[in-house]
């Protein structure tokens, strides 16, 4: 099952939706943040007690391969390892280039219905 995805712009935005999420019961295992910017998506991250999309969800030969990637294909990497078809994760680092920041609930609930 791929997981709910949504994309902002505004951070004040994303971190409200992440609290109604906590507020509904969905557990950090089940929040990803990611953006172009380690920096801002680690400090997103913190703010809203979510997770990134880091090596845990990626096998070693990724991890090694990532290493001497460019940073869009190591994302759409990490969005493949997440469900998504290699068409969709080009869809979404290409928001990602657009400085957009991407919410993934791996959750099954209605996520539409929280957020």
Do not use: C
Not at 29 to 42: A, F, K, N, P, Q
Not at 52 to 73: C, P, R, Y
Not at 83 to 102: I, N, Q, R
Not at 103 to 113: A, F, Q
């Amino acid at each position: 099952m791929k997981p709910f995805v949504r994309e902002y712009h505004n951070d004040q935005k994303l971190q409200n939706d992440v609290q109604k999420l906590a507020d509904n019961g969905i557990t950090k295992e089940h929040i990803y943040l990611m953006s172009h910017d380690e920096d801002r998506t680690e400090r997103l991250a913190n703010n809203t007690d979510a997770n990134t999309v880091g090596t845990q969800e990626m096998s070693l030969a990724e991890v090694v391969g990532n290493i001497f990637n460019e940073k869009g294909d190591e994302l759409r990497n990490k969005l493949q390892d997440l469900g998504f078809s290699e068409s969709e994760a080009d869809t979404y680092e290409e928001d990602l280039d657009e400085g957009k920041v991407l919410l993934m609930v791996t959750e099954s609930k209605d996520i539409e219905k929280i957020i």
